[in-house]
Structure formats: structure tokens, C-alpha cells
């Protein structure tokens, strides 16, 4: 992607207790899977800009122009219960906000934007993926 970075272009399919799929179907773990740190390539946050927030949302989704093909999952709260599927994709970064908390990105239907928040309780479960710095060209 234009970070510079590899990213899989599939949230992570992996079972792992306490991991659980959307309604717990095996067809939505195939689909939706089980971290998006760049947005500002592809637009803004929409903190910072709505209408280039709302680029990033575009590039970002199934087709967009990134090729991250960011899936609107929802999530899954602390209690267990599934949330917000088909009208928010929540992605964790690994960066922690502190011991119970961590940063993660909304992909929101509704504005079609992309927001960043601090507040994410680990106990929830968010859409995970893969990066790792690309390999220098020699």
C-alpha cells in the first residue's frame, strides 16, 4: 500500500479461544475473518477532514483504489454479543491507549468516513490483519 508497508488483504481466519465468528457461522468466519494504520495515503480522518475522510472510506472498501478491501464486520463487546455488522468495520492497531485499551479505526457506513479512537477495550473483538514493512528494492 502507499505506507509502504504489505498487508493481507483478508482479515486473520484463525481459531483461537476466546475467538468467535459473527453469529457463529463458519460461512462468516470464510467471509469476515477474525490492523489499518494508514489512511492519510488514500485521505484523512475524519477528525481532521470529513470529505477526505470520506475518500479514504471509498479507497479503503471492496474495489477501492488501495486494494485493502476493508469488510464492514462490526464487532463483538466484552459480553459476548455481536454488534454493528454491515454498518461498521472495526480494525485494531497495535498501538495500546493504556493496560485495558487499545487504538482501533471505524470504517462507518452511515458518514462514510474513517475515525480513529482510543478507547477500544481489549475485551472486544475487532477485525485483525497482517503488515509487515515491504521489502527495500536493491
Excluded at 22 to 41: D, F, H, P, Q
Excluded at 70 to 80: C, D, F, M, N, V
Aim: contains cysteine.
Amino acid at each position: 500500500m502507499a505506507d509502504g508497508k504489505e498487508w493481507t488483504t483478508r482479515n486473520v481466519d484463525v481459531v483461537v479461544e476466546p475467538s468467535s465468528c459473527e453469529e457463529n457461522a463458519a460461512a462468516n468466519c470464510a467471509k469476515l475473518g477474525a490492523s489499518m494504520n494508514e489512511t492519510r495515503a488514500y485521505g484523512a480522518l475524519l477528525e481532521e477532514d470529513k470529505t477526505r475522510s470520506q475518500a479514504a472510506f471509498k479507497a479503503l472498501r471492496p474495489g477501492g483504489a488501495s486494494g485493502f478491501d476493508a469488510l464492514l464486520s462490526g464487532g463483538r463487546t466484552p459480553e459476548g454479543e455481536n454488534a454493528c455488522g454491515e454498518a461498521h468495520g472495526f480494525y485494531w492497531t497495535a498501538t495500546e491507549s493504556d493496560a485495558s485499551h487499545a487504538w482501533f479505526y471505524n470504517l462507518g457506513r452511515g458518514m462514510g468516513a474513517v475515525n480513529r479512537h482510543a478507547d477500544g477495550e481489549k475485551k472486544r473483538a475487532f477485525a485483525a490483519r497482517c503488515v509487515r514493512a515491504a521489502a527495500t528494492p536493491r
